[in-house]
């Protein structure tokens, strides 16, 4: 169950509403406002040139890109000394929601799973999804429960049967000892 955008990194930002995170300011870089960002997206085309993002709220250009290690460094319009960069250390680049690529068959944005209400197959309310991690071979769900821990669910075929981003209804088939 691929998920995507956001989908890098072990807890999720959280976005504006209406809008989708895309990639995290590490830090400026270079003498001409250039910003070194964390991907936060499947989808690298975001970081083409001429493609637009929104930086604290300002929709904003990329003019320059280029991938290194993981990372892209990108300029934007209007940015152009390491000082116009170094205020946006840690902001986070969005687009609109309705900007996105289309997913295939049970593909899902994370932002669509967090907030989502889970429930076993036997009908019991588990709790709410508070974020997914990426630790490796298969994303996590974490879902809080009240008076509870927290609960890791694997979000793979036989544990999550069924998603409904709609009603914001996740259905899962824990296996013994999970609960």
């Known amino acids: 169950m691929p998920l995507r955008d956001a989908a890098r990194r072990k ?8 809008y989708r995170v ?14 070194k960002v964390e991907p936060l ?25 280029r991938w290194q290690k993981g990372r892209v460094y990108v300029r934007l319009e209007g940015l152009d ?18 900007d996105h690529p289309l997913l295939g068959e049970n593909e899902y944005y994370i932002d669509e799973i967090v907030g989502s209400r889970v429930e076993a197959t036997t009908g019991e309310i588990l709790g709410v999804v508070r974020e997914v991690l990426r630790p490796g071979a298969n994303d996590v769900f974490v879902v809080e429960r009240e008076g509870q821990r927290d609960l890791l669910v694997p979000a793979i075929r036989d544990v ?19 609960d």
């Open 11 to 18: 807890a999720i930002p959280t976005a504006r509403t209406g």
């Open 81 to 98: 000394t390491p000082e116009a960069g170094e205020r946006f250390r840690d902001t986070l680049l969005e687009v609109p929601v309705d």
């Open 160 to 178: 999550v049967r069924s998603v409904d981003t709609e009603t914001k209804r996740v259905q899962v088939d824990l296996p013994d000892g999970l």
């Open 22 to 35: 895309v990639g995290r300011v590490e830090r400026p870089w270079g003498l001409h406002g250039n910003l």
């Open 41 to 65: 997206t499947d989808f690298p085309e975001r970081f083409a040139c001429g493609a637009r993002v929104f930086l604290d709220s300002t929709e904003r250009t990329i003019v320059a890109s």
